[in-house]
């Protein structure tokens, strides 16, 4: 049996190798959790949550457009137990302190800030729903995804705990009720006004397959991420995503608004809903040019999201490489979500003669780029990247090889 070799310490000294490995993982955790919190109140049970990456679709999860998300192989691992008073302790193995709360005030102190309104969020929305939480719990979390990288960690951690508490307090809850949940946490806990595309990536993701999510009607559909030669290389720029927040409500009321000017004569009730020749012959109705362009990047998009499943299905890489690329620069110039970081990653990567495309990916200000790159150049790749990227920002970027991988469950 893997757990009887693995004691407390070694997660944080295991190999990649091990880190893709569930089994190593679970026995792993426990090990952690048993010396964090000791072996009185039994066996904690492990769940997992994916961080996903969107490969086209950028913004336009909250306009009705089609996103195309992949949850990735990097997940955010919780081991878990009922106590038995009404307490709530959560420790992180990779960082100090905790989060210990009564059932009676999570959620209810102003005063939280962070980590803690995932929670609060995630218990509150789990009640209104119908959850009896009459217990209190211990939970130890360690995680293999980039954090605060734009990799959405919160959406694994809002999905980690949805589907660990469910579980955990014996309460069935359809997994799409969960995702409308996990956003309505982020919208009212966090204030963030996101739209559902991470939720949803991550509840729903599958190994091997990206997602087209059509936000209009939430029906999806896999299509294999079959790339032959090539693969997604995701770059963190570790610049901080400060703005990411209240530039995001920002730019969703600008689309509310070049809606209700475009509203009359179009008849639609969202953006992604007008097709490009619809939208070039009513676009002078948007006179403010912020407005325009931010209009002008949601129906491009989605068409580009469009065009780049067709490429896909094709085998056309090299299309869809040059719809990433056009993505990128509409999400720089129309919707103004990159960054000087942002940027002169995309523009180190594009010039690299193994890519075929690249894009900022996520909210945007800051966090990561993907790249379409051929898999035997990854290493020359992201050493001669990284190197142009630091002489441009002198900021350090990781690489990582990304793979599709499952959405949230319990390790067996
Ligand atoms: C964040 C939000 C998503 C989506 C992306 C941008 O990740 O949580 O809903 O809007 O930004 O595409």
New binding site residues.
């Given amino acids: 049996m893997v757990s009887d070799t693995i004691g407390a310490g070694r997660l944080l000294r295991a190999s990649a190798l091990e880190l893709s490995d569930d089994r190593f993982l679970k026995a792993a955790l426990l090990a952690e959790f048993q010396s964090s919190f000791g072996p009185a109140g039994g066996s904690a049970r492990v769940f997992a949550a994916p961080a996903r990456i ?1 490969l086209i ?6 306009n009705g457009g089609q ?1 195309f998300p992949v949850a990735l192989d990097k997940c955010l691992y919780l081991a878990i137990r009922q106590r038995a008073d009404d307490v709530i302790v959560i420790r992180n193995l990779q960082l100090p302190g905790e989060y210990r709360r009564s059932l009676a005030e999570a959620g209810a102190s102003d005063a939280d800030t962070g980590f803690a309104l995932y929670i609060d969020g995630m218990l509150a929305g789990l009640r209104a729903a119908g959850a009896t939480i009459d217990h209190g719990f211990e939970a130890l979390l360690f995680s293999t995804v980039p954090m605060g990288a ?1 990799v ?1 960690s ?2 694994a951690l809002e999905l980690c705990f949805g589907v660990a508490l469910s579980s955990l307090y014996n309460f069935t809850i359809d997994r799409l009720e969960l995702v409308k949940l996990a956003q309505k946490a ?1 919208h009212d806990f966090v204030g ?1 006004q ?5 939720q949803f990536a991550v509840a729903f993701g599958r190994r091997g397959q990206a997602m087209l999510l059509d936000t209009a009607s939430l029906v999806y559909q896999y299509v294999p991420l079959e790339l032959g030669d090539f693969c997604i290389v995701l770059m963190n720029s570790n610049f901080p995503r400060a703005l ?1 927040g209240s530039k ?1 409500n920002e730019r969703r009321a600008e689309c509310d608004k070049a809606l209700a000017l475009l509203r009359p004569a179009l008849a639609v009730n969202k953006l992604c809903a007008i097709r490009p020749e619809q939208f070039d012959r009513q676009a002078g109705l948007l006179v403010d040019p912020v407005l325009l362009r931010r209009a002008r990047h949601c129906v491009y998009e989605n068409e580009r999201v469009r065009r780049s499943v067709e490429a896909l299905r094709a085998g056309d890489l090299v299309r869809f490489g040059e719809l990433m690329k056009q993505s990128h620069l509409s999400l720089r110039d129309d919707y103004e979500v990159t960054s000087p970081a942002l940027d002169a990653l995309f523009d180190a990567a594009s010039g690299h003669e193994a890519c075929l495309g690249a894009r900022m990916t ?3 200000f800051g966090g990561c780029v993907i790249a379409l790159v051929k898999r035997a150049d990854y290493n020359e790749f992201s050493a001669r990247v990284g190197q142009a990227y630091t002489a441009l920002t002198g900021l350090v970027a990781d690489f990582y090889m990304s793979a599709a991988g499952d959405g949230a469950r319990e390790l067996a």
């Avoid at 679709?57 to 909250?62: C, F, L, P, Q, S």
């Fill in positions: 969107n679709g950028e913004h336009i999860d909250y996103v734009g959405s919160s959406a982020e963030v996101c739209g559902i595309m991470d990411a995001y996520g909210a945007g």
